[in-house]
């Protein structure tokens, strides 16, 4: 799918901006990118367990951020966590949202907008988002990982963003760091990433250790006060991360890990340990850890940087 940018007085081509729409498992987010990178009238909401009130709701907060933005549009970026069919723009099931089976939802944000949209995995958008515009700017190989409602990623290999065949690949939340462990919501295997340091399963183990009611934000902040089981499940934490992050890293040799996602907002809380223990495991040359320049609008912008490279605005 393509679409000439507008043209100016003299006839040439002027890259205007692009809808960025961010569909996770907690929220939903939109914002507005205009081609320097610039985000204009971001917005969230709760996400919505069904896809057709969800998809109202999503294409509302579009609207919300396109009157707060001001500009005018070329194009639509969608991300959303798989499985899904990019090249067809449908959402066949996505493991975080239940209620969201086979929705083509690159045809209803067109109609809805009266622009091309295109859709990708949620963590593969970002991945291109911090490339492009963010911490990855101007590295040439460089690993992407969003922890937050689940733990995803994107892979870029001298300058070239990996998705495999069918537009799922990356999906490095579903790498193994204990092949005897904890049970995986997302996609039912044992000892995923997923399973130890996604903020949902941070919650869940704090449960089952007895605080009850506690998010992963309380886990972090009662590790920092000094509660000795707040403490060990964060250290847990940490460890399984650069766990992960050290067979990945010594699969691809990456020169940046950026890592995106609520969880992250703990920052060197999170950040230093994880940095400390790959370091001292990590096969190659030595790797900078840093957190995603573009913050909680990370989505949204990885979102729009997909529109950028596959609809010509």
């Given at each position: 799918m393509e679409q000439t940018a507008a043209a100016g007085a003299d006839g040439t081509a002027v890259a205007r901006a692009v809808l960025g729409l961010d569909i996770g498992g907690t929220k939903i987010a939109a914002g507005v990118l205009d081609p320097e990178g610039g985000v204009h009238g971001f917005v969230t909401a709760p996400a919505d367990a069904s896809s057709e009130t969800g998809v109202v709701r999503l294409f509302e907060l579009g609207r919300q951020a396109l009157s707060a933005a001001g500009l005018e549009i070329d194009a639509v970026g969608i991300g959303c966590g798989g499985p899904l069919d990019s090249a067809n723009g449908v959402l066949v099931a996505p493991l975080h949202l239940p209620g969201w089976?086979?929705?083509?939802?690159?045809?209803?944000?067109?109609?809805?907008?009266?622009?091309?949209?295109?859709l990708?995995?949620?963590a593969t958008a970002a991945a291109a988002?911090?490339?492009?515009?963010?911490?990855?700017?101007g590295a040439r190989n460089m690993v992407y990982?969003?922890?937050s409602t689940g733990v995803g990623g994107g892979v870029v290999m001298d300058g070239?963003?990996?998705?495999?065949?069918?537009?799922?690949?990356?999906?490095?939340?579903?790498?193994?760091?204990?092949?005897?462990?904890?049970?995986?919501?997302?996609?039912?295997?044992?000892?995923?990433?997923e399973a130890y340091c996604s903020g949902?399963?941070?919650?869940?183990?704090?449960?089952?250790?007895?605080?009850?009611?506690?998010?992963?934000?309380d886990v972090a902040q009662a590790a920092l006060a000094g509660n000795p089981v707040a403490a060990k499940l964060w250290d847990e934490t940490c460890e399984a991360l650069a766990c992960g992050i050290t067979s990945i890293a010594n699969l691809f040799e990456p020169e940046l890990v950026v890592l995106g996602g609520g969880v992250v907002r703990t920052g060197e809380q999170l950040l230093g340990p994880v940095r400390e223990r790959v370091a001292e495991d990590v096969m190659g040359p030595p790797l900078r850890i840093v957190?995603?320049?573009?913050?909680?609008?990370?989505?949204v912008v990885g979102a729009a940087a997909v529109a950028y490279e596959r609809v010509r605005v």
């Open positions: 089976r086979d929705v083509p939802i690159t045809a209803l944000a067109s109609e809805a907008f009266g622009r091309p949209a295109v990708d995995n949620d988002g911090e490339f492009r515009y963010g911490a990855g700017r990982l969003t922890v070239k963003l990996q998705r495999g065949p069918s537009g799922n690949g990356g999906e490095l939340g579903h790498v193994t760091v204990d092949w005897h462990g904890r049970r995986c919501r997302g996609c039912g295997r044992r000892g995923c990433l949902t399963s941070i919650a869940e183990r704090a449960q089952e250790a007895g605080m009850d009611g506690a998010s992963a934000a957190a995603a320049a573009s913050g909680d609008a990370v989505g």
